[in-house]
Every structure is written in C-alpha cells, then in structure tokens.
C-alpha cells in the first residue's frame, strides 16, 4: 500500500535561513508526488508537483523539491525563509484517483 | 471570483445528531472530494464524486453519507454513527480524477461534537 511519511512533525527557523523538509514515500510505481502549504485554519494550496522528467522541480513561492528514486524521498527546500512561510507542510502521493497525504510538518519562523 | 465555498466555518452539534456541510464550487469542476483532517494525521479522503449522480467512498466513508445532486454541490453529512467525528473538514474539486488535474481546497469547516 501506498504511504507517505514526513518525519518532521515541527521545524522551527530563523527568517532568512534556508529550509528542508523531508517526505519518504512507499509506492511500488513511478509516483506522482505533491506539496501542498496550508495556513492555519485555511484549505490546502499546491506548491509544486512532480510527474516525470527533471527531478528538480520549482514551484510557487520559491520552493523546488528534488525526486530521488533511491531514496524514496521528494524533499521540500527554499533557500531563505520568510516570516509569511510559516504554515503547515504537507507531502502527498496520488494513486488510481486518490491523493494519500502525509501527517504534516509544522514550520515556525523566528525573526 | 471563482472558488470553493464551505459553510459554516465552525459548527457545534450534540452527540447523537447528524450535521451536514457544505460544499459549493463555481469552478466549473467534475470532481469534488471531502477530507477529514485531524491534528498529527494529514488528510484522509471520506467520499469523492467524478460526475453528478455519482461517487465513491474513500478510506474512512464510514458513518458519513454524500450526495452528488448538482456539479456545484457535494453536502457531507456526518451521522451519528460516526463514533469521532470532531475534525476539521476540508472539501476539494479538480477537473477531473486524473493526476493532472490540480485539487482546489475551500476553507474547510471546523466541527465540534459535545
């Protein structure tokens, strides 16, 4: 079965360092991966999805992810963080019609 | 503006009675889902509909129902038979099922059960 799993539940930063955070997943095909940033008491947003091809994708707002196969991973980076990046992070691979979601990684921003 | 419209934003219910939220989009979308979202658990898909008249259950349909009447509308009611359901609610669309079509979350309902 497939499986997301983001091993970071809080990550705290100082506003201008660089992020990373982390997503493994479980899928015996090539996956369709996603991140979505959710704001507190607000729906999800896509920021960036990887498919096939380059294993660097860029999103939205700064953000790139990197696909790597041997490693079942597709971690979330930006290179210097913003105060109004402080959210809710989650990692989601799709299936036959369905997204299956990571538990989420909290990210704090200290100025 | 085009969009996904959930109300009410928070809802409080006593055990033992059905509630129902709900969902409009004027996206034009085929495809609407609802999530339950619980702190620490990511999301989880209760029901999705690809067209009108229809849908699926997702991995915790059970004690929700769904309705799929209108292709701007997908209500969630939560019956009592669902044994936890104080959650956060969320309801997405998408053009379609296929990968290639981005989900668009509303604001997500907020229920309380006491």
């Known amino acids: 079965a497939q499986s997301v799993t983001q091993p970071d539940i809080h990550i705290t930063v100082s506003e201008g360092a660089s992020l990373e955070l982390r997503c493994n997943y479980s899928y015996g095909a090539t996956p369709y991966l996603f991140w979505y940033v959710q704001s507190p008491g607000q729906g999800l947003q896509l920021l960036l999805k990887?498919?096939?091809?380059?294993?660097l994708v860029q999103g939205i707002k700064g953000f790139e992810a990197e696909f790597k196969r041997s490693q079942s991973s597709f971690n979330l980076r930006k290179p210097s963080v913003h105060w109004s990046d402080a959210a809710e992070y989650f990692c989601?691979?799709?299936?036959?019609?369905?997204?299956?979601f990571g538990s989420g990684t909290k990210l704090n921003v200290k100025p | 503006d085009g969009g996904i419209t959930q109300s009410p934003k928070y809802l409080f219910r006593k055990e033992g009675q059905n509630v129902t939220l709900s969902c409009e989009q004027n996206l034009n979308h085929d495809a609407m889902y609802w999530y339950r979202q619980d702190p620490g658990q990511g999301l989880r898909l209760i029901y999705y509909?690809?067209?009108?008249?229809?849908?699926q259950k997702g991995d915790i349909a059970e004690g929700y129902s769904v309705s799929r009447e209108k292709k701007e509308s997908f209500p969630l009611t939560v019956t009592s038979a669902q044994k936890n359901p104080t959650a956060f609610y969320l309801c997405a669309s998408s053009m379609g099922t296929s990968v290639s079509w981005e989900q668009y979350f509303g604001p997500g309902t907020r229920l309380t059960v006491t």
């Open positions: 989601a691979v799709y299936n036959f019609n369905k997204f299956y």
């Open positions: 990887y498919f096939s091809g380059d294993t």
């Open positions: 509909s690809q067209i009108v008249n229809d849908f």
